[in-house]
């Protein structure tokens, strides 16, 4: 690599400088692309920012081209207190909807009859569920981009859309058209199903309530006031439309589709040219037949008339252009009926109120649960106990009620009230500003308390094996445990004195205790159940503090400045330390003699300058993936066996190259040690 320093020195000279910035670019865009999409950071937090730095210096003093579209642009702006009204230059319209291949042989008709046409051809896309957005490019460089809103004006979330990293900050050049001075953008923000299901896991460790479907959560995370919460949320982007286009010409919308795509925009490869309306039945079908195996999800496709002379001359209807239209699939909705409506207290002391209904079969899955979610929720759609509803499962998401067959009401039905005293444990209840949920401010709460000592316990956190739900809930209740450092306690006659407690078991457990008594710092952070403190940031934490004292005394400021973590977060550490209950816990940890062991940083692996051949199979990576982890911690991977080689990794089923190791000698390792080496020591499967 080129300079390494932190600032440009005077003699790099301008082309090494160029070098080294195209370079960091490829370096910074790579890492934050494994950091934010794919949750998976390979180099520290400090060095992702030094190189970030060295970036911002280096594009100081040596200006280019690329600016708009470096990393450096991304993320980085402060949080709003609200988003600016966003006028769009065009409004953006909406779609007629059309059920089943009746009504799209209609629409059809229609368009034949008013443009005295034979055959009309269309281009036929997937309708994407998530939300539209417009985005203004300025000479090619990305300037603004805003929601959908009412059509007229929606809310200016340029900098949230920067932090989409498959949205170009600036469009490619084309051969056949030139970029234009101005021309508007239009097309879907979405999220995949799974990372949305993992978001929605990471939201309830962290005590929050998890979005409904990829759709909410798209929405939500794009109109996020900080970016930097935004940046972490797998969000994508599919354009399928243009606005005013300036001086950009186009004849037809499948000339625009591809236009766009050379562009360098994200377009969806599913959109397809129909000839005529029997094509885009057979498109529909389809793209129905193959919609569950789609990593995102769709609600339907859109027809478009091709020819945009023929848009122009059908215009548009109360907002919908006659020349589009909306073919929806049947949502997988049923209707059943509210027994009860309970509420559960989670770990924070969320009280989250259920729906438990008359089981019925939504789209192949048998249904008695539905979240709620909270009481303004309820109230929203003046749902009672009694009521008949329609519930609606979208792919493997919870299970939402739609809304409330009024025409069923009786008078009979229960309206909901959210309890004044926590369920479990009787004691008050608040709400705060600005929070849509209700939590039970009693640390004692029982609720809490076990649903605490289970999180402690669970894989991700402590990993210790046998301590579940049940046995949690079984010690506390037994008065045996009063919090997670009560478990270090823990005697074999007390276990023994448990119902249905073997003598084998209770050794089992009382092993798998004392196994988690040296944990990884960033696992007994996370285990200690911090509000907003997930698994990555538990991460961050270590990382940076490598103690749990260093955490403990760090003040705010030294908090907000670690990249990722936001005030709130932020303020819920600095609380859960200040917390006198918490301190006590903490002091009993340590007379306990738990001692959580500090990360090994990156830096300072032995794989600098290291040769490494792998041999067999890895169980925890692929061969790409462990070259790529060599290569960023500044070792390199070879093929064959050779005098050189620094190590031999063994993994399953070894070949020959492990014998002509022992042959010369050279270190064998297994993948467990290979891993300890790289600073990712191995998190064992179940
Ligand atoms: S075209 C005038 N194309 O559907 C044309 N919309 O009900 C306006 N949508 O707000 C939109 N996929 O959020 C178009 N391939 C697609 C789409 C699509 C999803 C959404 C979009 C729009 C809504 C209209």
Known sequence: MAGREDSPSKIMDKEAAHQRISELRKTIEYHSARYYQQDAPEISDAEYDRLMKELQNLEACYPDDELASSPTQRVGAAPLSKFAPFTHPQPMLSLANAFGAGEIRDFDSRIRRLAKVERVDYVAEPKLDGLAVNLIYENGQFRRGATRGDGAVGEDVSQNLKTIASLPLKMKTCASHTIPEFIEVRGEVYMEKEPFEKLNRRRVEEGEAPFANPRNAAAGSLRQLDPKITARRPLNIFLYGVGSAGNAAFGSHWEIIQTLAAWGFPVNPLIRQASDIDACIAYFEHIASIRSSLPYDIDGVVLKVNRLELQALLGSVSRSPRWALACKFPAEQAATVIQD???????????????VMEPVNVGGVLVSRATLHNEDEI????????DAVLIQRAGDVIPEVVSVILSKRTGREKEFRMPRACPECGSEIVRQAGEAAHRCVNLSCPAQLKEHIRHFASRGAMDIEGLGEKLSAQLFDAKLINDPADLYFLTKEQLLGLDRQAEKSAENLLDAIERSRTPAL???????????????????????????????????????????????????????????????????????????????????????GKSFVFTGSLESMGRNEAKAVVESLGG???????????????????????????????????????????????????
């Open 341 to 355: 409506i309970i509420v559960q207290v989670g770990r924070t002391g969320t009280l989250t109120p259920v729906a």
């Open 379 to 386: 109230l929203k759609k003046d749902i009672r106990v009694g």
């Open 522 to 608: 960033d696992k007994f952070i996370f285990a200690l159940g911090i509000r907003h403190v997930g698994e990555r940031t538990a991460k961050l934490l270590a990382h940076h503090f490598g103690s749990l004292e260093a955490l403990m005394s760090a003040g705010r400021e030294e908090l907000t400045a670690i990249h990722e973590i936001g005030p709130e977060i932020a303020q819920s550490i600095l609380e859960f330390f200040a917390e006198a209950k918490n301190r006590i816990v903490l002091e009993k940890f340590q007379r306990a003699g738990l001692s959580p062991q500090a990360p090994v940083p990156p830096a300072q692996t032995g794989l600098q």
């Open 636 to 686: 390199v991977v070879h093929s064959s066996v050779t005098g050189k080689t620094s190590y031999v990794v063994a993994g399953r089923e070894p070949g020959s190259k492990l014998e002509k190791a022992r042959k010369q000698n050279i270190p064998v390792i297994s993948e467990e040690e290979f891993l300890t080496m790289a600073g990712r020591p191995i998190r064992r499967p179940a």
